[in-house]
């Protein structure tokens, strides 16, 4: 069965950094565009990155391009999320997810993990 298990999430100051791992398996995920959204309470699940696992063409949300990077490791089905000058306002769930096709929508997002917390404290 198909599964994805995100991992990395806790507690930073300001300025910190994080790195979110997302391990896949189960499932061939090589032809799908992987993605990071975040949602914070009260607030729909947002896109934040993404990467074609075939090819490495990523995508940004305007607000974390220079400060975050979204790579993959083939070998190990693993999809990585660094953060770097982290804001209060990043704070969220963060989500991995597996698409169809390269898109930020949401709805293209057929496969997601359980979520990781991420906390920037000010």
């Known amino acids: 069965q198909a599964q994805l298990v995100e991992s990395g999430g806790g507690l930073v100051q300001a300025g910190g950094s994080l790195r979110l791992s997302c391990a896949a398996s189960?499932?061939?995920?090589?032809?799908?565009?992987m993605g990071w959204f975040r949602q914070a309470p009260g607030t729909e699940r947002q896109f934040v990155a993404s990467i074609m696992w075939s090819g490495g063409s990523t995508d940004y949300v305007d607000s974390v391009k220079g400060r975050f990077t979204i790579s993959r490791d083939n070998a190990k089905n693993t999809i990585y999320l660094q953060m770097n000058s982290l804001k209060p306002e990043d704070t969220a769930v963060y989500y991995c997810?597996?698409?169809?096709?390269?898109?930020?929508?949401?709805?293209?997002?057929?496969?997601w993990g359980q979520g990781t917390q991420v906390t920037v404290s000010s």
């Open positions: 997810g597996a698409g169809s096709y390269n898109s930020r929508w949401r709805g293209n997002y057929g496969y």
């Open positions: 189960g499932g061939s995920f090589r032809s799908y565009t």
